[in-house]
């Protein structure tokens, strides 16, 4: 079982940057990794996405050229950093893992069955 633990979330103002951390552990070679958020009221959803071998990396276009995605598998983290945040960009942030099994896209929440406990961002306008 991977276990994940989510940090780096707070209290930002509008154009601000954040960086948020998961570690990782209980993990190996052919998990894929993502980020996804939950807004109060609404589904959760894909944020970015990077395959096991770092070959395969995907943003939603909502936030696509301002969050970078990635993963330091030598210190078993996976970061999200997030540059000029908006008032829409405010939800609780996850951290997910999954086995590559070829089945599901890497956006797609079915790949993953690994999450951490979620950390929360608020963007002030």
């Known amino acids: 079982q991977v276990h994940l633990v989510e940090s780096g979330g707070g209290l930002v103002q509008a154009g601000d940057s954040l960086r948020l951390s998961c570690a990782a552990s209980?993990?190996?070679?052919?998990?894929?990794f993502a980020w996804f958020r939950q807004a109060p009221g609404k589904e959760r959803e894909f944020v970015a996405g990077?395959?096991?071998?770092?070959?395969?990396?995907q943003y939603a276009d909502s936030v696509k050229y301002r969050f970078t995605i990635s993963r330091d598998n030598g210190e078993n983290t996976l970061s999200l950093q997030m540059n000029n945040l908006n008032p829409e960009d405010t939800a609780v942030y996850y951290c997910?893992?999954?086995?590559?099994?070829?089945?599901?896209?890497?956006?797609?929440?079915?790949?993953?069955?690994?999450w951490g406990q979620g950390t929360p961002v608020t963007v002030s306008s």
């Open positions: 209980g993990y190996y070679s052919g998990y894929n």
């Open positions: 997910a893992a999954g086995w590559d099994s070829g089945v599901y896209h890497i956006r797609a929440r079915e790949g993953y069955d690994s």
């Open positions: 990077i395959r096991w071998n770092s070959g395969n990396i």
